[in-house]
């Protein structure tokens, strides 16, 4: 019998990872257009705000898992594969680079987050050959670290005048700042290391982003009730350029008592990576190995989105740019934009798939970094590539 799913799925694809990447890109579409308040478990009416923050780490996890799949998977590149692992990695990343500055040269309301990611694939390279404990153990040190520092130098440079610098914006002081979202990648390259078929795998993932998430928000929320009720205040905002704080402004915390979105303090790393691991493990328990076809039936909008992710993004951003910035009005939810946007892009997603396959900028990143990482890998004596397996086949099409 054909597999609902066989248009975007080779014999090893694994199509869990597919509908996360759908789930995380259509939570950054509402990111993008709806008008979200703080989300609060509590209250129904806000929960439409799990997307603010959530969908894009839970993407920048799915480009780890991507970048670990591209260099081995569960046993880690070595020699020459790995010399290729980088070089297809490091072409991606300059494409995506390009990609994201087109996009962001658009003028739309909306920060682009492909030009931080393009750094982040950089920032990685360093680590393909690690195993999946020392990638969790760095993630770790880097949640506790990195916002420190973030939020140190990020006042260093705003005194100093630098904090624009396109470079420093990308590594420190951006909306998506590279020393702080590397640890959504790394934690991704971690779980792209695992056997993600394995059904005692997916539940330990589960299991371990619940009590992450759990105690991540918690302590967040602990942290700011206990900021609130104190005489500490919200914090020192960044200074003037070429007025320089004191040491005690210099390193004060507060503004890390927090775990809401996008303020990058560790509360807020582990809720996020918790939100997101626990949301990879469902869908790879949804859409495991010999669920009903029903159900892929259902699903098949979404994997196929999120099996040409970078494509949907990008459309999507497009089409605000056409729109124009009339879309974004205060007090509107934009509610019939969202759904409208939303639906027409899961259609041509499903069309292109059935039809097309590959989504076309996944098609052109596959095939150009390919083609350099051969061109790169024959300059060196004795590094004539191998014939590809099956499993090497699949991953030159991720």
Same mark, same amino acid.
């Given at each position: 019998?054909?597999?609902?799913?066989?248009?975007?799925?080779?014999?090893?694809? =694994?199509?869990? +990872?597919? #509908?996360? $990447?759908? @789930?995380?890109?259509? !939570?950054?579409?509402?990111?993008?257009? &709806?008008? /979200?308040?703080?989300?609060?478990?509590?209250?129904?009416?806000?929960?439409?705000?799990?997307?603010?923050?959530?969908?894009?780490?839970?993407?920048?996890?799915?480009?780890?898992?991507?970048?670990?799949?591209?260099?081995?998977?569960?046993?880690?590149?070595?020699?020459?594969?790995?010399?290729?692992?980088?070089?297809?990695?490091?072409?991606?990343?300059?494409?995506?680079?390009?990609?994201?500055?087109?996009?962001?040269?658009?003028?739309?309301?909306?920060?682009?987050?492909?030009?931080?990611?393009?750094?982040?694939?950089?920032?990685?390279?360093?680590?393909?050959?690690?195993?999946?404990?020392?990638?969790?153990?760095?993630?770790?040190?880097?949640?506790?670290?990195?916002? =420190?520092?973030? +939020?140190? #130098?990020? $006042?260093? @440079?705003?005194?100093? !005048?630098?904090?624009?610098?396109?470079? &420093?914006? /990308?590594?420190?002081?951006?909306?998506?700042?590279?020393?702080?979202?590397?640890?959504?990648?790394?934690?991704?390259?971690?779980?792209?290391?695992?056997?993600?078929?394995?059904?005692?795998?997916?539940?330990?993932?589960?299991a371990a982003g619940v009590v992450l998430a759990v105690l991540g928000y918690t302590a967040g929320s602990v942290a700011a009730l206990w900021l609130e009720r104190t005489s500490l205040g919200t914090g020192t905002s960044a200074p003037s350029p070429g007025v320089y704080p004191e040491v005690s402004e210099l390193f004060d915390l507060t503004p890390l008592l927090t775990a809401l979105p996008h303020t990058g303090s560790p509360f807020e790393l582990a809720g996020a990576t918790g939100f997101a691991v626990a949301l990879v493990a469902l869908c790879l328990i949804v859409l495991r190995p010999g669920v009903l076809a029903a159900v892929r039936v259902i699903l098949f909008p979404l994997v196929a989105t999120g099996s040409m992710a970078l494509s949907a993004y990008s459309a999507q951003i497009i089409a605000l740019a056409v729109i124009g910035d009339g879309y974004w009005v205060q007090g509107s939810n934009n509610a019939a934009l969202y759904l409208s946007l939303t639906l027409s892009i899961l259609l041509l997603c499903t069309l292109w798939s059935l039809f097309l396959g590959r989504g076309p900028l996944e098609r052109f990143l596959s095939e150009a970094s390919r083609s350099m990482a051969e061109r790169i890998t024959a300059r060196r004596p004795g590094n004539a590539l191998p014939e590809l397996s099956t499993g090497d086949r699949v991953r030159e099409r991720e």
């Open positions: 019998m054909t597999s609902p799913l066989r248009p975007v799925a080779g014999p090893d694809r =694994i199509l869990g +990872l597919d #509908l996360a $990447r759908g @789930l995380a890109v259509i !939570g950054m579409f509402a990111a993008h257009v &709806l008008i /979200l308040g703080e989300f609060d478990w509590t209250t129904p009416i806000s929960w439409g705000g799990v997307v603010d923050g959530r969908s894009a780490a839970t993407f920048a996890l799915l480009a780890g898992v991507s970048i670990a799949i591209i260099s081995g998977g569960v046993a880690p590149a070595e020699g020459v594969a790995l010399t290729r692992a980088r070089a297809r990695i490091l072409v991606r990343a300059a494409l995506i680079f390009v990609l994201g500055g087109l996009l962001s040269a658009l003028g739309t309301n909306v920060y682009i987050i492909l030009e931080y990611y393009a750094v982040i694939f950089v920032m990685a390279l360093p680590v393909l050959r690690w195993r999946s404990r020392s990638l969790f153990a760095l993630a770790g040190v880097l949640a506790l670290v990195a916002p =420190i520092a973030q +939020l140190v #130098l990020t $006042r260093l @440079l705003s005194a100093a !005048g630098l904090a624009e610098l396109p470079p &420093l914006t /990308l590594l420190i002081t951006g909306a998506y700042p590279a020393i702080v979202w590397f640890v959504f990648v790394l934690v991704g390259v971690g779980i792209g290391r695992l056997d993600l078929r394995v059904r005692r795998v997916q539940l330990r993932l589960l």
